[in-house]
């Protein structure tokens, strides 16, 4: 147990600059979680929605990480100019506990017909705890951990871009902006600057509806982390979407995992995901991979205009006359 304890002062007090990598949560699936990775996303998808994501790390291994999320973003009268949004966590890691409270505000702007750009940031409340009364010692009487609980809180902001279209995305975060020095009962501690980086490219396969096939999307993309002084993490999926309902992908995280996902739409309002990572790294011989589960519901879609019903019939003809013409050069 003082391996655990000493396990749960490194993941959340950083004592070490190795251990501060870890003061953020993770996600393998980063596309289900990408609310909590940038508040720029806020409002870009054209619903209000909610969502519940829970992550037990390196099952079988004693004080092993786990994270909660709940969240809910849209957009002022889901126009997709204006989001907003509110994100509650709490990650808990051996005897000790992270608790946060965030607020989300984001603008997007129209660059052109094809591109547009979010611009968000999200401040927030952190607190820090260590429950010592927890910790099972083998010197009962050490001066140093006889307090019961070691809590500290601090202003956490976080902010970021979104650039994207119908079919890519690149977007980029900055967290911990104004958490740097945290107050424990007898020291103070420095936490790190997190930087995130996410790009995507969704490909149609079979979107002709006239064809009668099944739609199939692939989405290729990566999730890049950095903490200093650690290396530059990264992370790399490919998704495929079948018939805009079921789906299922590969993932690899660099030097630590691979893993999987596996999600469906129930209805036209809940979605339903899964996720299971295996770490290859030194942490293999103790623990029997990690789970996550994510549960969304959209409260509100945005109802399509006149001029989204005449942009897509001046589509549709457009694209009509392009094969005709195709088709009589052939001729």
Do not use: C
């Amino acid at each position: 147990m003082k391996a655990l304890l000493i396990l749960s002062l490194f993941f959340v007090l950083g004592v070490t600059d190795t251990a501060s990598a870890q003061q953020r949560g993770i996600y393998s699936n980063f596309l289900l979680n990408d609310f909590y990775y940038n508040p720029a996303i806020a409002g870009s998808k054209g619903v209000h929605k909610a969502n519940i994501s829970y992550r037990n790390q390196w099952v079988g291994f004693e004080g092993a990480p786990s994270l909660i999320i709940g969240n809910f973003n849209g957009s002022y009268k889901n126009e997709g100019k204006l989001g907003y949004g509110v994100t509650l966590l709490s990650e808990t890691t051996g005897i000790t506990q992270n608790t946060g409270a965030y607020l989300n505000y984001a603008h997007h702007f129209k660059l052109s017909d094809k591109y547009k750009l979010g611009l968000g940031v999200q401040p927030g409340y952190m607190q820090y705890r260590v429950k010592l009364y927890d910790a099972q010692l083998a010197d009962q009487g050490d001066e140093v951990l006889s307090g019961s609980i070691y809590s500290a809180t601090a202003i956490d902001v976080s902010a970021g871009f979104h650039f994207y279209s119908e079919n890519f995305f690149l977007m980029g975060a900055m967290h911990r902006m104004l958490s740097r020095n945290i107050q424990f009962t007898t020291y103070n501690d420095n936490l790190e600057f997190h930087y995130t980086g996410v790009v995507g490219y969704t490909m149609h396969l079979n979107s002709d509806p006239k064809k009668k096939k099944m739609p199939i999307d692939i989405q290729p993309s990566a999730l890049i982390r950095y903490v200093k002084p650690l290396p530059v993490q990264y992370s790399i999926m490919v998704k495929a979407t079948f018939d805009k309902k079921y789906w299922g992908g590969l993932i690899f995280r660099s030097d630590d995992a691979i893993g999987l996902t596996l999600g469906m739409q129930i209805g036209e309002k809940f979605n339903v995901g899964y996720g299971f990572d295996y770490t290859y790294s030194g942490l293999s011989s103790y623990q029997a991979g990690s789970h996550e589960i994510m549960l969304s519901y959209v409260i509100s879609r945005k109802k399509p205009s006149l001029n989204d019903k005449d942009d897509e019939l001046n589509k549709s003809i457009i694209e009509d006359l392009q094969k005709s013409i195709e088709e009589n050069k052939k001729r």
